[in-house]
């Protein structure tokens, strides 16, 4: 595997599921992100991570929990989601902080 | 208050016919431009990094440029391929603020 690979590529869930996106990166970062791409909308930084520490949380609600066990690797925990939640969620790495950024493919959820 | 803005949203081209896509941006703070092309059902892929004014960066049929208000991608002669979506983003001072434009949808016709 190279690069940022995400998974699943496609999840449907209902509102009162709970579910996780996964994400790897094999660049040998140190910070890794999770977006959120809505239509018609830019993309929306949801997390930070940097050196396998949250650095930042755009107000992000707290159905959305994110877990980074090592520099690898960052998960979404997704619970109780609503409809409005449904969009392309993009994980992506970068070297450090600031840099420029690596993406997956992302996950495409529908919250049914 | 931060902002990035994308202009056209969307344009079409003919194989061949050289043009420019904007990113116009509102920052308290530039540390970095960023250049992306997204094609549909992908992640954003890196082209470009600008960090000054009057910076410039060139790949293949793509050439970024960065005044202090605003980036442009030119392309010059474009092929069919180059459809996709550009994407711009700016780093702030505030380390952790990255801000993303809407994009400009360029499809070009053979």
């Known amino acids: 595997e190279t690069g940022v690979t995400q998974t699943p590529r496609h999840l449907v869930m209902g509102m009162t599921n709970k579910k996780s996106l996964k994400c790897e990166q094999h660049?040998?970062?140190?910070?890794m992100y999770w977006y959120k791409q809505s239509a018609k909308k830019p993309l929306e930084l949801m997390f930070v991570?940097?050196?396998?520490?949250?650095?930042e949380n755009n107000s992000v609600p707290s159905r959305f929990s994110p877990e980074c066990p090592n520099s690898s690797h960052l998960f979404l925990h997704l619970h109780t989601l609503q409809p409005e939640d449904s969009a392309l969620y993009l994980c992506?790495?970068?070297?450090?902080?600031?840099?420029?950024?690596?993406f997956g493919p992302g996950t495409r959820l529908t919250v049914t | 208050e931060d902002q990035v803005t994308q202009s056209p949203e969307a344009l079409r081209l003919q194989e061949g016919e050289s043009s420019s896509l904007n990113c116009s941006y509102t920052?308290?703070?530039?540390?970095?431009l960023f250049w992306y092309r997204q094609d549909p059902g992908k992640g954003p892929e890196f082209l470009f990094t600008?960090?000054?004014a009057g910076e410039e960066k060139e790949k293949e049929r793509l050439k970024a440029t960065l005044t202090k208000k605003e980036s442009f991608l030119h392309i010059t002669a474009p092929k069919p391929e180059d459809s996709a979506t550009y994407l711009c983003?700016?780093?702030?001072?505030?380390?952790?603020?990255?801000?993303f434009g809407s994009g400009t949808k360029l499809n070009v016709k053979p």
């Open positions: 992506a790495s970068s070297q450090d902080q600031g840099y420029e950024q690596y």
């Open positions: 660049l040998g970062h140190n910070a």
């Open positions: 991570y940097s050196l396998e520490e949250r650095v």
């Open positions: 920052v308290s703070g530039l540390r970095g």
């Open positions: 600008l960090y000054s």
């Open positions: 983003a700016v780093r702030t001072d505030n380390f952790n603020k990255f801000y």
